[in-house]
């Protein structure tokens, strides 16, 4: 796995709950992260929404993907330099600490809800269409899980057991 890699879950927890009734299309996709790879091993990044101080965090790739029905991992296509500046931007949002969205805003930065945090970080580097492009309930856009799977190519997936998805680092 590769930094900038997004990893789709589907889940049954509450929040997931509530992303699938928001899918695009498919709702399998309930939760996403981001893969970061540094110093410290291979990781994802992702809003826990934890309404106990739902903030940014870093997680092993077997420990996030651990209760998942579903796991999709995607490669935007990104060159070394895009690569970095998705990095860095990832990991200046974890020295951040940034706040979970319990409001589910694109438009109320510095606090980030799952596929914001995914969007803006592809945004870092021109590759996403758009917030024009992005359904809207009430005249606000919002990001859609399974919109994610849409901007790169499939590179692992399942119906897996959480040690195939371990397994794929």
């Known amino acids: 796995m590769q930094t900038g890699d997004i990893v789709l879950l ?10 699938r009734r928001f899918a695009d299309g498919d709702s399998r996709w309930s939760h996403a992260g981001m893969v970061i790879r540094d110093g410290d091993g291979v990781a994802v990044v992702h809003m826990d929404g934890s309404p ?8 092993s790739v077997a420990s996030f993907t651990s209760e998942a029905r579903h ?17 860095g931007w990832l990991a200046d949002h974890l020295a951040k600490e ?3 969205d319990t409001r589910f805003r694109l438009d ?7 596929t914001e945090l995914v969007w803006r970080a592809l945004d870092q580097v021109a590759m996403t269409p758009g917030d024009d492009s992005l359904p809207r309930i009430a005249g606000r ?3 859609p899980v399974d919109r994610l799977a849409t901007l790169g190519r499939v590179i692992g997936g399942r119906e897996w057991t959480s040690s195939v998805v371990a ?3």
């Open 141 to 143: 856009a919002y990001v």
């Open 98 to 100: 940034t706040a979970f």
């Open 167 to 169: 397994g794929a680092r």
């Open 10 to 19: 589907g889940n049954d927890s509450a929040w997931g709950f509530v992303a």
């Open 108 to 114: 109320d930065d510095p606090s980030l809800y799952c």
């Open 71 to 87: 796991v999709k991992v995607v490669r935007p296509t990104f060159n070394p330099r895009q690569r970095a500046q998705v990095g």
């Open 52 to 59: 106990l101080g739902g903030r940014i965090r870093r997680e």
